[in-house]
């Protein structure tokens, strides 16, 4: 049989059989035999290295450390530690057949086949039931501890190993019939290149993603095999003491490593990509070109990184979303994951370069990010990546100048820049989809809706994706799917939709939303994160109780209304006239009832089949003026096609329809 799931070392030392075509075969103690290979490997002085991979695996991280990972706890301390016996016996046999090959080119292509049959047949592995095929260890850019894992047999003719091969030789037929150049590869340091001054005319590169992927780390685990077919001569050329992957002078931002004394936190990363950026500058012709993809979910990387770009001496010419992403990820679940990495294009920024003015740059921004948000709009583009893909025009202007001065004299940064980035396309985003009263409002600004409706809609405009449905219900919503390519997290997550806090925050603060005074009204913060309470949570604020049921039944349509007056001294709507405690706050304050208040406690009287208060409710708001239709049709707009809410929105629209008629 191609694939049987084996539960840990627990059931290791019986015998097992494989089906083969004849009959069941005995398959000896892998044990036994991992036991007699050491002992061989001993006998022989301990020449080489130990076929069984026993360095370290990553001890994981402090505080900072997004990108740090560790199993430590689990007691896999060394990487022949991820493997169960039959496994490490498979790729042991693999590689001994590897290194018999005299020929070198054969022997790297092997090595390359055998570097992805370790990623696939780990004690890190799942079976995926819907497609019939194995989930790799890498599901997502972590160590994730599985508890029922997958093993592969190589003897089977459809077995992966020779899957691996057919792609390989795929390549290998593509490539002859191919008119491309050879190239050479050179490990080399991104600050100090050895290639002559304007002698290139393309840099390409994919630099590191901030403190959001343990590149090193990861690529331990496929070096410690690679080593040991001795294919490939894998050395740290910076540390000959380093045994595993460079790490030393890796740019990234980890605060559990250092550089020669120099912590690795985001100053060390925005100093040093701006070093190798002023090296991509210096080699590059005056009509080159450096490229440079990024995906990055966070204002603090991108930041970072385009601190570098512009201080390194490139002027930022383009920027196009390219969809890289599969939407049925777990982390695009319910989330602002990006579908699409960010390309940037840049050129070498003249030498004489002037001084910009911050005046006449901050009069150029709208009209430059509106005309690219409505191209961006129009060719499918949305939400976060629409967002980071408007910092490419955005900078085009920023980072033509050497620098950019207030009229004082005083030089403009690129975080003060990029929050009045933030703050225009947010202020577009509310244009589109409540109005213009909305994308000047502060604070009880006349005409305009209250403060949270307008962070509910842009906090929905943020979360709309390129190409993929987020969905929300009320149920918990359970992070398992088989067809994710992320190992589950956790057996239930709360439902609704989520953002990066510091994403929310970078919109909101700019328009003068408070997030803290909505939070647990509106919005939940935890954790790094900003989740956009479902309507279903709020039915006890609304109604004092969660029994939505019960209204028509406990209190007439009069006393019902009344709660829902604008500016009543009353405390947050509930029927039974509890009154709510506010952050930090030991009495109970009256808040405002606000539109959205009214719209969602529609909602929920459509959800609950109330139709007396439910009419009664739409008839007042209607008498009262337009906001509550409007925001009504914005909400059905924003919300993700097929989520639950966008379902109860448009049934209540079409309640509205039947009692204006």
Known sequence: MLAVVLTREGTIGRHYRIRTETDYQPIFHAKHGVEAVIAEWEKSGKHGLCPFPNEPTPV???????????????????????FSNRQKLAHVTMIKAIREYTNPVVSVLLSIIQSKLTERNSSLTSWISSTEAPRGTFARQALSIIWDFLEISYA????????????VLLVIEMLSKSNMLKGTTSQQNAEDLSLADESVDLVFTD????????????????????????????????????????????????????????????????????????????????????????????????EALLSGVVNGGLTITGSWPIATERSARLRASNSAALATSIHLVCRPRPDNAGVGDWSHVLQELPQKVGKWIDRLEAEGVRGADLVFSCIGPALEIFSRYRRVETAEGQEI????????????????????????????ARNGATGALEEDARLTALFLWTLQSSDTTSTSTNEEMDDESEDDEDTPKKAKAKAGFSLVYDVARRFAQPLGIDLSKWDKRIIDIDKGSVRLIPVWERA???????????????????????????????????????????????????????????????????????????????????????????????????YPKGCDEKRLVDAMLLSVRSITK
Request: aromatic share 10%; glycine share 6%; hydrophobic share 35%.
């Open 540 to 638: 006890d604020t609304l109604f004092g109780s969660d029994k939505v049921s019960r209204v028509d039944a406990t209190f007439d349509v009069k006393e019902q209304l009344e709660i829902f007056e604008e500016y009543a001294s009353k405390p947050l709507p509930k029927i039974k006239g509890k009154k709510v405690k506010l952050s930090g706050s030991e009495d109970a304050q009256p808040i405002l009832v606000t539109t959205l208040d009214k719209v969602h406690a529609a909602m929920l009287l459509q959800d609950n089949g109330q139709t007396n208060a439910l009419r009664a409710l739409i008839k007042s708001e209607m008498e009262r003026g337009q906001d509550f239709l409007r925001l009504a049709n914005s909400l059905s707009a924003l």
């Open 156 to 167: 089977s003719e459809n077995s992966d190993f020779a899957q691996r091969l057919q792609d």
């Open 60 to 82: 994981g991280g402090g505080s900072g450390a997004g990108r740090a990972f560790s199993v430590r706890k689990y007691g896999l301390d060394t990487y022949a530690d991820l």
């Open 413 to 440: 940064s690129i975080g003060t820049y990029l929050e009045k980035v933030w703050e225009v396309v947010g202020r577009i985003a509310l244009e589109q989809v409540l109005g213009s009263e909305e994308s000047m």
């Open 207 to 302: 630099p590191p993603y901030y403190d959001a992927i343990p590149y090193s780390d990861l690529s331990d685990f496929f070096l410690v095999w690679q080593k040991r077919t001795e294919a490939t001569r894998i050395t740290d050329p910076f540390d000959r003491y380093n045994t595993l992957s460079p790490k030393t002078q890796e740019i990234v931002q980890d605060n559990t490593r250092f550089c020669n004394s120099e912590i690795k936190d985001s100053f060390f990363f925005e100093k040093h990509i701006g070093l190798a950026f002023a090296e991509a500058r210096r080699i590059l012709s005056s009509e080159g070109i450096c490229s440079i993809v990024f995906a990055h979910k966070t204002t603090e990387g991108w």
